[in-house]
């Protein structure tokens, strides 16, 4: 028999009274305003993180007390000891868990010759059991004492601050597990996922990333996952949740655009609530009172969907603001994305396949018009010929932001362009772009804000982005950049780890590899996408990648005289 979806119990709890006051503690409301402007914590997620010692309208009732006997303004040390009687610590509501399925040597681990880089992945390997993690059972039964959202099965996460899982990081993660030999664990933590799917699904597995959702990957997991298992069964019991998650991004997040007298529909990120955003919350405050009354709202809610983008933040979200080295002139729904519509794209397609598989002609015939008529907007909005890349495009300044970021690269990736010589072109725009002179990876942009999405931090899903796009063409020249591009992203991680004993979640690539820096909080070790796009990389490129010294992008007069000097009597 089917389970019942537990995921109903919160979303019942969020409809009812009940729900109401638990917001008012973790997603908005005095409460939360008292405490994370006194700053109790350095970090704003671990007040939103902890969990209530007592039912929600208890612990509000007795805040209004409190808040009544000192005329709204509570000392420091009595909130300090309101919180301490009212709120469990961080971490109580999960538990470690190893893998069940979790195997010794998979097989993937033969095809890499380099025998330091082997053992690597095999450390990489054994990462996973350190990054599982299980609900405990109080969270199913008392949902309303937690922001933590109550999931069946267990699941891998980032690491560090972020102890619950995240909606994009997990496309990337899976890839890995299915290296790993794990499809059981990555099944449970696609049942997560759908059982998430209210309309869309949220950023992370909080009640406070409910208003918001993450880069649409969800049916990428799917397809990864029946590749490997060709589980056509879970596929079709779970294909209408993947089709309302798509109705999710065309009903809330598109926008037409006109171009060369026609019309096209594409989406963008855009969050329409305002409010500082909880795990945030004094940082946004902060921001918000630089700006007169009246424009504040709008800037959180653009902060919102900065963080819907994953790219949180970026001077692509600034760009064509009034100050665009400063965050408070964040326009991230005025701007046209390239990734996310080269992610749609993709979905579309995926979908039209899934549902030809399954016999359902009238359905896959939809998906594959929906497609059609995306690549053909992707073409005639975001490509530019003379630049030979697709670019974001600025809605109300009507051009395209023609500043460079790995994400002009999605079409590639996602296999949504028709003509065969944008590979080509786009080769030359990354040569052009100077971009191949970086040895430690490709920079996440060429403009230095102090933003963790910008120069010179990059971050693996992007390596992935222009990797895999360039390595899934027919031209050779374009497989052998990719492998390069391969090489210099594995030994920045392989030498970190070296060093540090530790993979992070970004790079610092403009000194030798470091771990990166710059944005809301300290970079972040463990880290759950790093490793998986490492594991793939490994995977591809095993026969070939070294951990030995930089040598790559040599042009070849150097290789010439490289070659001279080491003949050379020492």
């Known amino acids: 028999s089917k389970m019942k979806r537990p995921e109903k119990n919160l979303f019942t709890l969020l409809g009812s009274n009940l729900g109401a006051r638990h917001s008012q503690i973790y997603c908005h409301g005095e409460l939360l305003r008292q405490v994370q402007m006194a700053r109790l914590y350095q970090d704003d997620k671990q007040f939103v993180d902890m969990p209530l010692s007592s039912a929600?309208?208890?612990?509000?009732?007795?805040?209004?007390e409190l808040a009544q006997a000192y005329n709204l303004s509570i000392p420091l040390q009595e909130l300090q000891v309101f919180v301490q009687e009212h709120f469990w610590a961080v971490g109580q509501e999960l538990q470690p868990w190893t893998p069940e399925d979790w195997r010794?040597?998979?097989q993937f681990l033969q095809k890499i010759l380099d025998p330091k880089l082997r053992a690597w992945a095999g450390q990489l390997h054994q990462l996973w059991k350190k990054l599982g993690k299980k609900v405990k059972p109080e969270v199913f039964s008392h949902p309303e004492q937690f922001s933590l959202i109550y999931s069946r099965h267990p699941f891998i996460v980032p690491s560090g601050r972020f102890v619950e899982f995240y909606y994009w990081d997990s496309y990337w993660v899976m890839e890995g597990l299915l290296l790993s030999e794990m499809p059981e664990t990555v099944k449970g933590m696609l049942q997560n996922f759908l059982d998430l799917v209210y309309g869309n699904v949220p950023n992370g597995a909080?009640?406070?990333y409910l208003q918001r959702s993450q880069p649409p990957l969800l049916t990428l997991m799917m397809d990864c996952y029946v590749a490997h298992t060709n589980d056509t069964t879970f596929l079709r019991d779970h294909i209408e949740t993947l089709a309302s998650e798509l109705d999710f991004w065309t009903k809330n997040r598109s926008i037409s655009v006109s171009s060369g007298g026609k019309s096209y529909s594409l989406n963008r990120y855009?969050?329409?609530?305002g409010g500082p955003r909880p795990e945030s919350y004094s940082k946004d405050a902060e921001l918000a009172a630089t700006l007169p009354e009246g424009n504040r709202e709008a800037l959180l809610a653009e902060l919102k969907a900065g963080?819907?983008?994953?790219?949180?933040?970026?001077s692509r979200w600034l760009v064509g603001g009034r100050n665009p080295s400063s965050l408070s002139s964040i326009r991230t729904s005025k701007l046209v994305p390239v990734d996310l519509n080269a992610f749609l794209c993709q979905v579309e397609g995926l979908m039209s396949n899934f549902y030809s598989r399954?016999?359902?002609d009238s359905e896959a015939a939809k998906y594959r018009n929906l497609r059609a008529e995306r690549m053909a907007a992707l073409k005639d909005v975001l490509w530019d010929e003379d630049k030979g890349a697709w670019f974001d495009y600025d809605l109300e300044n009507e051009k395209k932001n023609l500043e460079f970021y790995p994400s002009n690269f999605a079409p590639l990736w996602a296999g949504c362009f028709s003509d065969p010589d944008d590979v080509d072109k786009a080769l030359k725009y990354l040569e052009d772009s100077r971009i191949l002179t970086y040895q430690y990876g490709i920079p996440t942009s060429l403009q230095k804000t102090g933003q963790q999405w910008d120069f010179p931090n990059a971050w693996a899903p992007l390596q992935d982005l222009v990797i895999r796009g360039l390595a899934k063409s027919p031209s050779a020249k374009a497989q052998?950049?990719?492998?390069?591009l391969a090489q210099n992203w594995i030994r920045t991680n392989f030498d970190v780890y070296s060093k540090k004993s530790a993979m992070y979640e970004k790079y610092d690539i403009s000194?030798?590899?470091?771990?990166?820096?710059g944005g809301e909080y300290e970079v972040q070790e463990g880290f759950d996408w790093t490793n998986g796009v490492a594991l793939m990389l490994l995977d591809r490129y095993g026969d070939r990648l070294s951990s030995g010294a930089q040598t790559t992008f040599l042009a070849p007069y150097c290789l010439a005289a490289a070659l001279l000097l080491s003949l050379l009597p020492q």
């Open 270 to 273: 855009e969050v329409p609530y």
């Open 104 to 106: 010794d040597s998979p």
């Open 307 to 314: 963080a819907e983008s994953g790219w949180d933040f970026s």
């Open 206 to 208: 909080r009640v406070y």
């Open 56 to 64: 929600p309208d208890q612990v509000l009732r007795h805040f209004h």
């Open 358 to 360: 399954l016999g359902n």
């Open 480 to 484: 052998e950049v990719a492998f390069q």
């Open 511 to 517: 000194n030798g590899g470091q771990p990166g820096g």
